[in-house]
Every structure is written in C-alpha cells, then in structure tokens.
C-alpha cells in the first residue's frame, strides 16, 4: 500500500500550487480521501475530504480554505488533487494525504478519525 504527495514547493502569496496524491495497493476508489497538513509544534488539521464518487458538493474543506482550494480524484489514475489558489503564509505546512473507509459518505468530524492509510507530506512554503 502506498499513498504519495507531491506538487509542493515555494510560492509567494497569493499564489497556487496543485498537489497530488497517488495511490497504489489498495481499493482507492472505495475510500475517501483527505488532506491533512500540519506545522511543526502544531497539531495536525484535516484540509479537505473528498468522497469516493469525488463530487465536489460532497467534499468537505476546512473552514480556513474554502473559497480557495478544491480538491477532486481522478479514480481511473488512482490520484486525488488539491488545488490551492490565493496562498497565504499560514498555508506553509507539510502536506499530507491520507485514506478513509466511510463507504461515499464523508462525516461531519472527519479529520477525527485516524485513516486507514497515511501517505508520505510534501512541504508547501508559502513566502515572498
């Protein structure tokens, strides 16, 4: 099983990055997929969750992001997408992806949850 981030970098603010998870080993397209990020000395916070059909009226984003990133999974790839705009310097963290078994229905707390899968961050660093 593997779940891999990447597309991260440095940006100035005000600017977008698109990161991508790939997914390989398992049954990508019956999980849920979240992003997590998290700062060092920081708790880790859930970004965005999108659920296994990939619609995007279902997906869930953090109140900090909404309006600016937008996540969206291509099942036919096995690769799920986060694509950040508007960056500002409290985006910089590492990013993560991770893989949650809740059958097309993502829950109201579900960065509570601890997922099935944890990919490997990727560092977003947002700085002028």
């Known amino acids: 099983v593997q779940l ?11 600017g977008s990055l698109r990161l991508s998870c790939a997914a390989l080993g398992f049954d990508f397209e019956g999980y849920e997929i979240g992003w997590f990020r998290q700062t060092p000395g920081e708790e880790r916070e859930g970004v965005s969750c999108v659920p296994t059909s990939g619609s995007g009226d279902a ?4 109140d900090s992001v909404k309006g ?11 690769m799920v997408y986060l ?24 829950p109201l707390y579900w960065s509570d ?8 961050g990727t560092q977003v660093t947002v700085s002028s």
Do not use: I
């Not at 705009?85 to 590492?94: F, G, I, Q, W, Y």
């Open 68 to 78: 600016r990133f937008t996540v969206s999974r291509d099942n036919a790839k096995n």
């Open 83 to 106: 694509q950040m705009t508007s960056l500002k310097p409290e985006d910089t963290a590492v990013y993560y992806c991770a893989a949650f078994r809740w059958w097309g229905v993502v």
């Open 113 to 120: 949850y601890g997922p099935d899968y944890w990919g490997q």
């Open 4 to 14: 891999q981030a990447s597309g991260g970098g440095l940006v100035q603010p005000g």
């Open 59 to 62: 997906a869930y984003y953090h």
